[in-house]
């Protein structure tokens, strides 16, 4: 299983970026997908997930400006990330939890290679 992640770049403060995130290899079903960051000198901290039923969840910080979303059809996640502070500059790191066969419950959490966001005017 893979997680790839793309997206990331530069924002101004007060615009927008949207991340996606593709889960791809043997996957029965994703059970949480969602985005972590972690900043430099910081220890890495949720930013939203999204349940296969559409539950959100959102870090204090972010909710009313960034948006999860999810596309169980095509595996994927993706954030829309507005009205963008200084504050969100990190590296953003994709999370999915993935049964990979049929023939066990057994679920396990998988990371993506972190992606960039620099904001700055």
């Known amino acids: 299983v893979q997680l790839q992640a793309c997206g990331g770049g530069l924002g101004q403060p007060g615009g927008s970026l949207r991340l996606s995130c593709a889960a791809t290899?043997?996957?029965?079903?994703?059970?949480?997908m969602g985005w972590y960051r972690q900043a430099p000198g910081k220890q890495r901290e949720l930013v939203a997930l999204?349940?296969?039923?559409?539950?959100?969840t959102y870090a204090d910080s972010v909710k009313g400006r960034f948006t999860i979303s999810r596309d169980n059809a095509k595996n994927t996640v993706s954030l829309q990330m507005n009205d963008l502070k200084p504050e969100d500059a990190a590296g953003y790191y994709c999370?999915?939890?993935?049964?990979?066969?049929?023939?066990?419950?057994?679920?396990?959490?998988?990371w993506g290679v972190g992606t960039l966001v620099t904001v700055s005017s």
């Open positions: 290899g043997s996957i029965f079903s994703i059970n949480v």
């Open positions: 999370y999915a939890v993935i049964r990979t066969s049929r023939f066990s419950a057994r679920s396990t959490g998988y």
């Open positions: 999204i349940t296969d039923g559409d539950t959100t």
